[in-house]
């Protein structure tokens, strides 16, 4: 299983921008996504996720209301929206797929990471 995340790079504050993931050998449509995001010093932090099957989703509060998470089923792909962008947001975002459906933003219940896309919001 490999996935691939992809879509950063250097947005100004408030502007929006999409990361994609993309999968081989795994089918998000049955399995929870999620994304993460690691700045300088701090630990990883999920920040949106969403469910395999019935596609519920949950965000952590400091992108709720600015980031939307989604499925492509058809393209087998997974999409985060990121919206009214600050220099807060700005991390390496990781996606990562779980063998099981169920939300969680817990890291360790990931089992398949991408390699992180960087992405700079600043002036």
């Known amino acids: 299983v490999q996935l691939q995340a992809s879509g950063g790079g250097l947005v100004q504050p408030g502007g929006s921008l999409r990361l994609s993931c993309a999968a081989s050998?795994?089918?998000?449509?049955?399995?929870?996504t999620a994304w993460f995001r690691q700045a300088p010093g701090q630990e990883r932090e999920g920040v949106a996720c969403i469910s395999g099957g019935t596609d519920r989703t949950n965000y952590a509060p400091s992108v709720e209301g600015r980031f939307t998470i989604s499925r492509e089923d058809a393209k087998n792909m997974v999409f985060l929206q990121m919206n009214n962008l600050s220099p807060e947001d700005t991390a390496v975002y990781y996606c990562a797929a779980r063998a099981s459906p169920l939300l969680t933003t817990t890291p360790i219940s990931y089992d398949y990471w991408g390699q992180g896309t960087q992405f700079t919001v600043s002036s």
């Open positions: 050998k795994f089918t998000f449509r049955y399995y929870a």
